[in-house]
């Protein structure tokens, strides 16, 4: 039993010894490839430091288009409903408070507008007061276009109801404004208005509880027409011989 064991136990220890000897005699893995799997790391690193940098940049960019793209529709909407605003004032006037009107024309415009309707105030009140003319406006809808120069030009279409002493009915008119909005500092200005161009003649209808349609804005109320004159009486007729 001695000796069996020990024969075993050598041969136990013949096997680690010629494992331990096969372990140091192993040859060491070729310079090469351990230089390769640096270079694919490296290539690695930077693929996935450009991937990162590309996506970031990528999401600037769809952010900055985006916050622009905000910007110009609030650009949009502010111009459109200063001129939305503004064409209410133009639109509505009374022969009872004129210089209601035109102060309210007159506030928050550019010096040219303004000048526009001061130079004109004495006349157009005249005419207002003679004509004993009233104006209320409904506006119907707004189209803000942008132009090269950054400005709007905003066409509003419009009902407005007017009257005056020749034609005490209400009577609607549907018209189109054209009104152009500046951007001044970080606000809007209204800088023009006028009837625009180019457009068919007003729609007209009478309308219970309406009114005349007054002059396209910066030009006033127009006067009433004339009354005609009475028919002369008819001459007596000449005695018999």
């Given at each position: 039993m001695t000796e069996s064991t020990v024969g075993e136990d050598a041969k136990v220890d013949d096997t680690v010894s010629e494992t331990a000897a096969s372990d140091e005699t192993s040859p060491a893995p070729p310079k090469g490839t351990r230089g390769r799997s640096f270079w694919v790391a490296i290539v690695l690193a930077v693929l996935l430091v450009a991937g990162g940098a590309f996506g970031f940049i990528k999401y600037r960019d769809v952010s900055s288009q985006l916050a622009q793209a905000r910007q110009t529709q609030a650009d949009r909407d502010a111009a459109a409903q200063l001129a939305r605003d503004y064409a209410m004032k133009s639109l509505t006037y009374s022969f009872e408070d004129p210089d209601a009107f035109?102060?309210?024309?007159?506030?928050?415009?550019?010096?040219?507008?303004?000048?526009?309707?001061?130079?004109?105030?004495?006349?157009?009140?005249?005419?207002?007061?003679?004509?004993?003319?009233?104006?209320?406006?409904?506006?119907?809808?707004?189209?803000?276009?942008?132009?090269?120069?950054?400005?709007?030009?905003?066409?509003?279409?419009?009902?407005?109801?007017?009257?005056?002493?020749?034609?005490?009915?209400?009577?609607?008119?549907?018209?189109?404004?054209?009104?152009?909005?500046?951007?001044?500092?970080?606000?809007?200005?209204?800088?023009?208005?006028?009837?625009?161009?180019?457009?068919?003649?007003?729609?007209?209808?009478?309308?219970p509880g309406a009114a005349p349609s007054a002059p396209p804005p910066g030009a006033g109320p127009a006067p009433a027409p004339p009354v005609p004159a009475p028919a002369p009486a008819p001459a007596k007729p000449a005695p018999r011989p």
């Amino acid at each position: 039993m001695t000796e069996s064991t020990v024969g075993e136990d050598a041969k136990v220890d013949d096997t680690v010894s010629e494992t331990a000897a096969s372990d140091e005699t192993s040859p060491a893995p070729p310079k090469g490839t351990r230089g390769r799997s640096f270079w694919v790391a490296i290539v690695l690193a930077v693929l996935l430091v450009a991937g990162g940098a590309f996506g970031f940049i990528k999401y600037r960019d769809v952010s900055s288009q985006l916050a622009q793209a905000r910007q110009t529709q609030a650009d949009r909407d502010a111009a459109a409903q200063l001129a939305r605003d503004y064409a209410m004032k133009s639109l509505t006037y009374s022969f009872e408070d004129p210089d209601a009107f035109f102060h309210s024309v007159e506030d928050g415009v550019s010096q040219q507008l303004k000048d526009k309707y001061v130079n004109a105030t004495d006349l157009l009140k005249a005419v207002m007061l003679q004509a004993q003319v009233s104006s209320t406006g409904e506006v119907l809808a707004t189209d803000p276009v942008l132009q090269s120069d950054g400005s709007y030009e905003v066409v509003v279409s419009a009902h407005q109801t007017t009257r005056n002493l020749q034609n005490p009915t209400p009577k609607v008119s549907i018209i189109l404004l054209r009104v152009t909005v500046n951007k001044v500092g970080n606000g809007w200005q209204v800088t023009d208005i006028g009837p625009k161009t180019g457009t068919k003649a007003a729609e007209e209808q009478q309308l219970p509880g309406a009114a005349p349609s007054a002059p396209p804005p910066g030009a006033g109320p127009a006067p009433a027409p004339p009354v005609p004159a009475p028919a002369p009486a008819p001459a007596k007729p000449a005695p018999r011989p």
